[in-house]
């Protein structure tokens, strides 16, 4: 069932640059989500340019119009929880039942839904889903401990169990088809061989690291956000080497939603500030290049999405927001 809201348009923040010619701002607006206080997360911009997002608090699947403002609702079964989704190209939308055991796939021409349940109840909660080259959906499941593959075609599901506690969480796929993985419940990055389904793990400098989520560069570098110590890093998988830069919002900056850009730039939320800050950085230039207070505050900025046509980043917000960053 669908429901259509108005538009509310929270913030547009002024873009400009310093005479060094860094980015001063980068353009934020945000539309406020008409359904409160339901977590609004992980949008993920549809081949029509429908902007789709999970309701995580209250099991729906919605979409945002970003010219008329209008909102669409999918209702999904009480307790689902769904955590992320993603879209495919026919318009399929799949989501992550972080509560119910499963990912499912909903067709917005109907409102009706496929569920792919987990072959192992261990697995328990699939957390975030992306798609590989093949269109094929690799997943992590945080809490039960494991990495998976959905086969979309024949809905066969592959798990690789993960050690107890190291909780995968944010996971990319590089230009191999092989899936990163970041383990937030240590100090830990991994990935996946897809044709021996064998796990590799690489080592963070400090044992305190807690990486949440990740980006892959076109030369093959991981970048990702350590979230405990506030520093974004980036590993060599080729030598196994780590560098780290301290965010500008230091140890206490929380950072938290991650994207790469077409320039192979990186953007990021520090989550710790109120309001939250959403970060640029020069990988060439190995400097930051922006920092853009959110106006709603944000609350957290949990994940987020590169819009290559638009050259938009997309995120939701705990303040009940959908945002959008106009990138220079």
Do not use: C
């Amino acid at each position: 069932m669908k429901t259509l809201v108005p538009l509310l348009l929270v913030a547009a923040l002024w873009m400009g640059h310093r005479p060094d010619g860094t980015v001063k701002e980068v353009d934020i607006t945000e539309w406020q989500v008409p359904w409160e206080n339901t977590r609004p997360r992980d949008p993920y911009v549809g081949p029509d340019g429908r902007v789709w997002f999970v309701g995580q608090r209250d099991d729906y699947v919605a979409s945002l119009e970003p010219q008329s403002g209008a909102f669409a609702r999918y209702e999904l079964e009480e307790g689902a929880g769904p955590h992320n989704l993603i879209v495919d190209e026919d318009g399929f939308v799949w989501y992550a039942g972080n509560g119910a055991v499963h990912i499912g796939r909903l067709d917005p021409a109907d409102g009706s839904i496929t569920r792919y349940p987990m072959p192992d109840s261990a697995a328990r909660d699939p957390h975030t889903l992306v798609f590989d080259g093949n269109g094929d959906i690799w997943f992590t499941v945080q809490n039960g401990g494991f990495v998976g593959k959905l086969d979309v075609r024949t809905g066969d599901v592959q798990l690789i169990a993960v050690t107890a506690g190291f909780r995968p969480y944010g996971i990319v796929i590089d230009s191999d088809n092989r899936p990163w993985i970041a383990e937030f419940g240590t100090n830990k990055l991994a990935t996946v061989d897809p044709g021996t389904m064998e796990l590799r793990e690489y080592d963070l400098p400090h044992e305190d690291s807690r990486p949440r989520r990740l980006e892959i560069t076109s030369d093959g570098m991981v970048w990702y956000v350590d979230y405990s110590l506030g520093f974004l890093g980036r590993l060599d998988p080729a030598t196994g080497a780590v560098r780290q830069w301290a965010s500008p919002g230091g140890a206490r900056a929380r950072p938290y939603g991650m994207a790469v850009d077409d320039q192979d730039r990186l953007w990021f939320v520090e989550s710790g500030p109120d309001p939250n800050r959403f970060v640029g950085f020069d990988p060439g230039a190995e400097q930051f290049l922006s920092i853009t207070e959110i106006q709603s505050g944000g609350g957290t900025v949990r994940h987020m999405y590169f819009h290559q046509p638009t050259r938009t980043v997309w995120f939701g917000t705990d303040a009940n927001t959908i945002g959008r960053a106009r990138l220079p």
